[in-house]
């Protein structure tokens, strides 16, 4: 759902689910400008507690961060491109889902 909005809005999807020890990435996709979108997809049927970005902590931006660093890493081609952290928070609606994307969510601060 998350990467077909993506798509609609323009971004080629790099990679779906990235795994390494140091975590997960659910999307990676490249912008129309070119820029690396590492995003993070919340999903959250209420808001009581807060939204799904709401539920994106330190500790998650750190793993994720730490992900990022381990997938440029290993593929070098992608370390050339300007990177942005975004989250996209699915909440369900009247047709299926709505999307809130939440660009430039967090920034990497080390």
């Known amino acids: 759902m ?12 790099l990679l779906r689910n990235y795994r ?10 490249q912008s129309p400008e070119g820029v690396l979108i590492i995003a ?3 999903l959250r049927s209420r808001t009581d507690y807060g ?9 998650k931006q750190r793993r994720i961060v730490r992900a990022s660093r ?12 300007a990177i942005r952290f975004d989250v996209l928070e699915l909440r369900p609606g009247a047709e299926g889902y709505e999307v809130n994307w939440i660009r430039h ?3 990497c601060t080390s």
Request: glycine residues 8%; charged residues 15%.
């Open 2 to 13: 998350a990467d077909l909005y993506l798509q609609s809005q323009g971004c080629s999807i």
């Open 20 to 29: 390494c020890r140091m975590g997960e990435l659910d999307l990676v996709a």
């Open 40 to 42: 993070e997809v919340r």
């Open 51 to 59: 939204g799904g970005a709401a539920s994106v902590t330190f500790t």
């Open 70 to 81: 381990h997938l440029l890493a290993t593929r070098p081609q992608l370390a050339r491109c």
């Open 105 to 107: 969510a967090f920034s």
